[in-house]
């Protein structure tokens, strides 16, 4: 075997290793960890080939004066965790507020879900989801 063969392989190996490090680092790596509170709006499975689990969370922003804004956040949830799926599903149909725990990952593939975020836990507040504000009542004036 010449020099020339052995430095190919080598460097075909080498590449190949490089690649498959970075693609592990890039699948189980976490970019940063939090967590949200709100009101589970939805979780859904969908997808064709890859089913995925997809869900939003509205968590009920205080506005201005007498308004709420409605800010979703977008989350996925890996298959394996049922126990998760289970509490996403009670909590959507209840309409309670929950704390979701995620990770965020580094990059998105599309055959474990939509987005980056994905839920590791759920903590059930059983407290009913925030009304949001009255206006107190205008005088009327006279006429």
Do not use: C
């Not at 975020?117 to 989801?129: K, Q, S, W």
């Amino acid at each position: 075997m010449t020099t020339v063969k052995k430095f190919g392989i080598i460097g075909g190996v080498s590449f190949f290793v490089l690649f498959l490090l970075i693609f592990l680092f890039l699948y189980h790596g976490t970019y940063s960890k939090g967590e949200r509170a709100g009101v589970v709006v939805k979780i859904t499975e969908k997808g064709y080939i890859f089913k995925t689990f997809e869900g939003q969370l509205n968590t009920l922003i205080p506005g201005a004066v007498g308004s709420t804004q409605q800010n979703m956040f977008y989350f996925s949830v890996e298959r394996d965790r049922q126990d998760v799926i289970k509490a996403l599903k009670e909590a959507a149909l209840t309409g309670e507020r929950v704390g979701l725990e995620y990770e965020e990952k580094y990059v998105q593939f599309f055959w474990r879900g939509d987005t980056k975020y994905f839920i590791t836990a759920v903590r059930r507040t059983n407290v009913p989801p925030a009304l949001p504000p009255t206006l107190p009542s205008q005088p009327s004036s006279p006429q």
